[in-house]
């Protein structure tokens, strides 16, 4: 049984860029900064759980408009481009299909002048329309038996008894095991987790399609999904009709980790991306913005997801995945299976699922920090090096980010 307080896809699920990336560690470098002895497992069950969701997709049919696609990384000042390079020689050793591409190569694949080169990875990348990939995860759901109930908002969580109980408007559910997937929102249920991550609204701007003239002046002819190098990082791809969806860089908090439809729209964040994007794509001046959003993503200190349990093991939770939870959900989803119904399941012996990140201090300290560190990354995006705060902060393996 699931319950949902709004719709199936409400959440980041049905609002996100649609990046679909393998990786379940926020990338190799984060990997293994936080994994060493585990990065290889890491990396291979990646794969694997990406590969997974490809053929499911395939195999039932779920119309999402998923491309299999290139990663581009690009890098929009000379310092971006010298950090991209050093993650080729780190990313090449471990086997990745990656290529370097300099000032002129990287106009083949995308055209704008304020690139200084990129970093093209293949295999382990896909787009996706994300809300049909929820719609379409629902509906199979619903034929394997699942009951889905939609706007049943759950109000607590009450542990005390032989079953968890969990009121909602329409009746108490009382349940011997609970999965609880409410990610950005966990904090309301469970105040316990929100020392494990920051919720921080991430916003997209969605031009109307690209006229064929328009599609010829950009290239992209090989539509990968693209991201810059800055901290506070843009990211970019077509969708199946040819509109570009262009979002990212501000990450907005709001003190005590708030959450709501509030905060769902920015017109400031709106008019920045515009301006931002401007520039980027010069010849695309007379490109309008036909759609305009944003939601909540839960961030860890460690930029990967957090697991755990609570009431004696008979609600577990997954939290935390940053910017990339489209593919690492799934992985998450194994593990809290496994953590319900097989205990002696050897993902469950990883070090990625069994150690919790570094907690964020409680407010008002949290506030304080996240001003601090992000005004640390704008300044290293102006400057073109990380500073002492972010390097300290690297050192000791903790950070922010969207
Ligand atoms: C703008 C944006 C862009 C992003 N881009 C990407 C991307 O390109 N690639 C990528 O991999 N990731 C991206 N992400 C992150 C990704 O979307 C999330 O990591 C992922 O969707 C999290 O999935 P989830 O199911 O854990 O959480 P959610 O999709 O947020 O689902 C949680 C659900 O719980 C429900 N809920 C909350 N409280 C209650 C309650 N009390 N009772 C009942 N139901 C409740 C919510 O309504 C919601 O539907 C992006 C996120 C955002 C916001």
């Known amino acids: 049984m699931v319950l949902e ?50 053929a499911f997709v395939a195999e039932h049919a779920i119309a999402c408009d998923l491309e299999q696609t290139a990663l581009l990384e690009v890098a929009t000042t000379v310092a971006q481009a010298a950090e991209l390079q050093e993650d080729l020689a780190v990313r090449r050793q471990r086997g990745e299909a990656v290529t370097w591409l300099d000032r002129d190569q990287v106009q083949d694949h995308l ?26 995860l629902s509906r199979v759901a619903t034929e394997w038996g699942a009951e889905i109930f939609e706007q049943t908002p759950v109000e607590r969580i009450i542990g005390g008894g032989s079953r968890i109980e969990l009121p909602t408007p329409a009746g108490t559910v009382r349940a011997r095991r609970v999965v609880l997937a409410t990610n950005a929102y966990s904090g309301r249920l469970l105040r316990r987790l929100r020392r494990h991550f920051v919720p921080v609204y991430d916003y997209v701007l969605v031009s109307e399609p690209l006229t064929p003239a328009q599609r010829e002046r950009v290239g992209w002819a090989r539509r990968e999904g693209v991201a810059d190098r800055g901290n506070h990082f843009h990211y970019f791809r077509l969708t199946a009709d040819d509109r570009i969806l262009w979002g990212g860089y501000d990450a907005v908090y709001h003190y005590g980790g708030r959450v709501g439809p509030a905060f769902d729209h920015r017109p400031e964040t709106y008019r920045r991306l515009e301006r931002q994007f401007r520039t980027m794509f010069p010849q695309l001046q007379d490109l309008r913005f036909s759609h305009r959003w944003g939601g909540p993503i839960a961030s860890t200190t460690r ?34 299976g496994d953590r319900l119904l097989d205990p002696a399941s050897p ?37 073109g090096r990380r500073g002492v705060l972010l390097s300290t902060l690297d050192r000791l393996g903790i950070g922010f980010d969207s």
């Open 347 to 383: 993902v469950l012996r990883l070090q990625f699922v069994r150690r919790s990140p570094v907690p964020f201090p409680p407010e008002p300290l949290r506030t304080a920090a996240l001003a601090l560190v992000q005004g640390a990354m704008t300044r290293a995006d102006r400057r």
């Open 111 to 136: 055209r704008s002048p304020i690139l200084h080169g990129g970093l093209r990875t293949t295999g382990g990348s896909a787009l996706v329309d994300p809300a049909r990939l929820a719609r379409g």
């Open 5 to 54: 307080q709004q719709g199936v896809g409400h959440g980041a699920s049905g609002r996100n860029g649609g990046f679909c990336e393998a990786t379940l560690t926020h990338g190799l470098a984060n990997g293994l900064r936080h994994f060493p002895a585990e990065i290889e497992e890491l990396e291979r069950l990646g794969k694997e759980n990406f590969r997974g969701l490809v």
């Open 303 to 336: 930029f990967t997801c957090a697991f755990g349990s609570a009431f004696g093991g008979r609600l577990v939770y997954a939290l935390g995945y940053t910017g990339l939870g489209v593919v690492a959900t799934r992985f998450a989803a194994r593990v809290l």
